[in-house]
């Protein structure tokens, strides 16, 4: 399912217009970016959770070369699921 896809059917299930269910399905995801860009944690129970993990500094390889490379310091989002969709995805 991509985002346009969540639009159609929330506009459907909850009766309202494509704009309407476009604009909070994007203040919905706006929201949770703002939340991860400030390193806090979205917990979404029965569904997973996302978290920030902070990678150090590293020496890395270029797989062409086989030179060494300096790979700084990153932040990446991290999704764990929760155990209920877990369950759900198992047991279908």
């Known amino acids: 399912m ?11 299930h909850m009766g309202y217009t494509q704009r309407k269910a476009e604009l909070v399905v994007n203040t919905i995801f706006d929201s ?3 939340a991860l860009v400030n390193s806090d944690r979205i917990e979404i129970r029965g569904f997973g959770s996302f978290v920030v993990k902070h990678y150090q500094p590293y020496t890395g390889r270029n797989p062409k070369t086989g030179d060494k490379i300096a790979v700084n310091s990153k932040k990446l989002p991290f999704f764990k699921v929760g155990k209920d969709l877990k369950n759900r995805i198992n047991s279908g």
């Open 2 to 12: 991509n985002k346009s896809e969540l639009i159609a059917v929330f506009s459907e």
């Open 32 to 34: 949770m970016a703002d």
